[in-house]
């Protein structure tokens, strides 16, 4: 990675963090990994199209179409949640509430390149 500087209060509420918290904060960097490993597969098996619908994201009306579509991935998501956690309807599709939670935490990421226009 580059370009990852970060102000001494940064540095100082990572450290705290870390210093208070290290099993927490340790199993939070792992889980942010497992994220980053399953976004770099998926990108891989799917490149770019179907979070940029085509477009290279280069006019507010491209994120606009392109935030709209994650937003229904990410409304799906929380249908998903609703049926596993709030009905305590049983997983009859293998897509665990883990598995849901991991897929909205990687699509946020995703929303946030898409509105920097760096998702290409």
Sequence with gaps: MTNMEFSKE???AVKWCED?????????K?????????FCKKHRNYGTGNINVGTNLETDNDVKL???????RLNDK????????VLG???TVGESVQDTF???SVY???????QQKKFK
């Design 102 to 104: 991991q897929d909205m």
């Design 20 to 28: 208070n918290y290290p099993e927490m904060t340790t199993e939070y």
């Design 89 to 91: 309807e049983p997983d």
């Design 66 to 72: 392109s935030l709209t579509g994650l937003w229904f």
């Design 78 to 85: 929380v249908q998903r949640l609703k049926q596993l956690v």
């Design 30 to 38: 792992k889980i942010m990994m497992e994220q980053y490993i399953m």
């Design 108 to 114: 946020g990421i995703i929303a946030q390149l898409v």
């Design 10 to 12: 940064d540095d100082a």
